[in-house]
């Protein structure tokens, strides 16, 4: 089965920085998708970026990048200009070529200091 | 921007009861699922609802759960017999195709107290 773990329970990054947030996945598949979601205290997940594997290159969204790195099984986080609104809890999630199920790594909580 | 919703945000049964928790998935969605997390832990699947039956489930999803479609708009898991185990954030999401690149919108979560 496909593991998704994130080893930073917590983070803090002061406001107008950059921070990066990591996660790291197993599986044997070639193809497949991941995803981070944002979970602020209001609890609904938000998607932040999405990444395919085929893709080489790195996702952005504005000031939310990826560093994703095939061969390490690595898929980190960088946010970038830190800002108060960004303080939640970050799911880094893995999906497979097929099947419907997302698989969460146990989630990182991003304070910002302001 | 279109939401999932659930209801209720704060469910409290007594174990060995029977509980429902509902959802109205965003209204152009067609792929539908439940996750639950237990606190301190990671967001787990349950089940994944196409065209009026399940099209995956987890080795969590066994009989004590089911889920439903009764009309248009919602889509609901029952869990029978609860347990003190079955505490758990439960988190319903809907997506718009099956493609693995397809987001899934989650909903706020029903938290479920078993006393």
């Known amino acids: 089965a496909q593991t998704v773990t994130q080893s930073q329970p917590e983070m803090s990054v002061q406001e107008a920085e950059t921070v990066t947030l990591s996660c790291t996945y197993d599986?044997?598949?070639?193809?497949?998708?991941l995803f981070w979601y944002k979970q602020p205290p209001s609890r609904q997940m938000i998607l932040v970026i999405r990444?395919?594997?085929?893709?080489?290159q790195n996702a952005t969204e504005n000031r939310f990048s990826v560093n994703f790195q095939k061969a390490a099984k690595s898929f980190s986080l960088k946010i970038s200009d830190s800002q108060l609104g960004d303080a939640a809890m970050y799911f880094c999630?893995?999906?497979?070529?097929?099947?419907?199920?997302?698989?969460f790594g146990t989630g990182t909580s991003l304070t910002v200091i302001p | 921007e279109p939401e999932v919703t659930q209801t209720p945000s704060h469910q409290v049964t007594q174990m060995g009861q029977e509980v429902i928790l509902r959802c109205v998935p965003i209204?152009?969605?067609?792929?539908f699922y439940w996750y639950r997390q237990i606190l301190g832990q990671k967001v787990e699947f349950l089940v994944s609802?196409?065209?009026?039956?399940?099209?995956?489930k987890s080795e969590i999803f066994d009989d004590q759960f089911s889920v439903e479609r009764p009309d248009g708009s919602n889509f609901t898991l029952k869990i029978r017999s609860t347990k003190l185990e079955d505490s758990a954030m439960y988190f319903c999401?809907?997506?718009?195709?099956?493609?693995?690149?397809?987001?899934?919108?989650f909903g706020d979560g029903t938290r479920l107290s078993i006393l």
């Open positions: 990444q395919e594997a085929y893709k080489q």
């Open positions: 999630a893995y999906r497979g070529n097929t099947g419907n199920q997302f698989y």
């Open positions: 609802f196409y065209n009026n039956e399940i099209s995956e």
């Open positions: 209204s152009n969605h067609l792929y």
């Open positions: 599986t044997s598949e070639s193809d497949y998708y």
């Open positions: 999401a809907s997506s718009a195709g099956q493609g693995s690149f397809q987001p899934q919108h």
